[in-house]
């Protein structure tokens, strides 16, 4: 296809990459530069503001874990929240004001540290189940959420919709992030927005991401492979039990499936000049110690000499690296993310 029928569709679909998929560069593309984002070392404080309900899920992250985070060495924390179970489920869809305190606090300790914090609309189910029922009540949230925090730092970053799966494929995905970011920009010019594709933010869905024409756009991806390696047992994965004992050594096999992957993702930025982060990582606490150690320093060394930021899942759930009731770090596996 000539290069002037591609600009022309670009145009008229104010969309960046419109090349077809047997068009697209075999070899390493060609190399753009991509713009600094200010992230580079991250924990997600999950279980918290993503349960169904406030507590439900037993953890409750303290004010001064954000500064214990800083002091570990994190310059990020990423803060999943369920706004959809705080929202109005009818027009105009208004969130609820007490819940909007606790999160107000949360971005504000975390601000108040010295950290990037990234919001995240975690646990949208039912948008991912049936989308055109939830696309305005979706919007709305982002448009309350833009103008409530228009006027924070530029370190604090705003995450569409954790790991869309499900109905909201990637064709209706792309449609309905545009829109998003769309009302975002009206109140936020300049915010760096995070986007993760379909197919709960693979690095393969990278491939089926369309932005819009926007310069402060990062593309996240989530990073858990070997699958059965880092969830085995884990309580929400069907048959996961079966996967109990699986050990990570970091043979060269092993270490190239996840070099190989790492690479394929920072091709994708490379040709289209679009930063990344590896929104979450980690290894289930249940996972033979060693192999766990191994496996998180290893993937977070790779993400970096790419230099791709990343963000450890999580804090204090079932992969956690600290102890929320004693408020110690699991020192092992601390070092393994910040010693290098
Ligand atoms: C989910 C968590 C889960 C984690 C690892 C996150 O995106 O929200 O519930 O523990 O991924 O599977």
Same mark, same amino acid.
């Given at each position: 296809?000539?290069?002037?029928?591609?600009?022309?569709?670009?145009?008229?679909?104010?969309?960046?990459?419109? $090349? &077809?998929?047997?068009?697209?560069?075999? %070899?390493?593309?060609?190399?753009?530069?991509?713009? /600094?984002? #200010?992230?580079? @070392?991250?924990?997600?404080?999950?279980?918290?503001?993503?349960?169904?309900?406030?507590?439900?899920?037993?953890?409750?992250?303290?004010?001064?874990?954000?500064?214990?985070?800083?002091?570990?060495?994190?310059?990020?924390?990423?803060?999943?929240?369920?706004?959809?179970?705080?929202?109005?489920?009818?027009?105009?869809?208004?969130?609820?004001?007490?819940?909007?305190?606790?999160?107000?606090?949360?971005?504000?300790?975390?601000?108040?540290?010295?950290?990037?914090?990234?919001?995240?609309?975690?646990?949208?189910?039912?948008?991912?189940?049936?989308?055109?029922?939830?696309?305005?009540?979706?919007?709305?949230?982002?448009?309350?959420?833009?103008?409530?925090?228009?006027?924070?730092?530029?370190?604090?970053?705003?995450?569409?919709?954790? $790991? &869309?799966?499900?109905?909201?494929?990637? %064709?209706?995905?792309?449609?309905?992030?545009?829109? /998003?970011? #769309?009302?975002? @920009?009206?109140?936020?010019?300049?915010?760096?927005?995070?986007?993760?594709?379909?197919?709960?933010?693979?690095?393969?869905?990278?491939?089926?991401?369309?932005?819009?024409?926007?310069?402060?756009?990062?593309?996240?991806?989530?990073?858990?492979?070997?699958?059965?390696?880092?969830?085995?047992?884990?309580?929400?994965?069907?048959?996961?039990?079966?996967?109990?004992?699986?050990?990570?050594?970091?043979?060269?096999?092993?270490?190239?499936?996840?070099?190989?992957?790492?690479?394929?993702?920072?091709?994708?930025?490379?040709?289209?000049?679009?930063?990344?982060?590896?929104?979450?990582?980690?290894?289930?606490?249940?996972?033979?110690?060693?192999?766990?150690?191994?496996?998180?320093?290893?993937?977070?060394?790779?993400?970096?000499?790419?230099?791709?930021?990343?963000?450890?899942?999580?804090?204090?759930?079932?992969?956690?690296?600290?102890?929320?009731?004693?408020?110690?770090?699991?020192?092992?596996?601390?070092?393994?993310?910040?010693?290098?």
């Amino acid at each position: 296809m000539a290069v002037v029928t591609l600009v022309l569709l670009a145009a008229c679909t104010n969309m960046r990459w419109v $090349e &077809p998929a047997d068009e697209q560069p075999t %070899a390493r593309p060609t190399a753009k530069p991509v713009p /600094a984002t #200010g992230l580079r @070392r991250g924990i997600n404080l999950g279980n918290w503001l993503d349960a169904p309900a406030l507590g439900e899920w037993g953890v409750d992250i303290l004010p001064e874990y954000f500064t214990l985070i800083r002091q570990a060495g994190f310059d990020s924390v990423r803060i999943p929240v369920r706004f959809s179970a705080h929202a109005q489920t009818e027009p105009p869809y208004t969130l609820d004001e007490d819940f909007l305190e606790i999160v107000d606090a949360a971005v504000q300790h975390g601000l108040e540290n010295g950290l990037n914090v990234i919001l995240d609309f975690h646990h949208y189910d039912e948008l991912m189940a049936a989308p055109a029922a939830h696309v305005t009540s979706f919007l709305a949230i982002w448009g309350q959420l833009a103008e409530r925090y228009s006027g924070k730092p530029a370190t604090l970053y705003f995450e569409l919709l954790n $790991e &869309p799966y499900g109905q909201l494929d990637a %064709a209706t995905w792309n449609d309905l992030l545009g829109k /998003a970011v #769309g009302i975002i @920009r009206t109140s936020n010019p300049n915010r760096w927005i995070i986007i993760g594709g379909a197919d709960y933010s693979s690095i393969r869905a990278l491939q089926d991401l369309r932005f819009p024409v926007d310069e402060r756009l990062i593309a996240a991806f989530h990073f858990y492979e070997p699958f059965e390696f880092s969830h085995q047992g884990a309580s929400w994965v069907p048959d996961s039990g079966s996967w109990v004992g699986i050990n990570w050594k970091g043979t060269d096999k092993e270490k190239k499936d996840i070099t190989d992957l790492l690479d394929e993702a920072d091709g994708w930025s490379r040709q289209h000049g679009v930063p990344l982060m590896m929104g979450e990582f980690g290894a289930i606490a249940r996972a033979d110690e060693s192999s766990r150690r191994t496996w998180t320093s290893f993937v977070a060394e790779q993400a970096g000499k790419r230099g791709i930021p990343w963000v450890y899942w999580d804090l204090c759930g079932e992969f956690a690296l600290f102890n929320c009731e004693s408020g110690d770090w699991d020192q092992s596996m601390l070092d393994a993310l910040t010693s290098k």
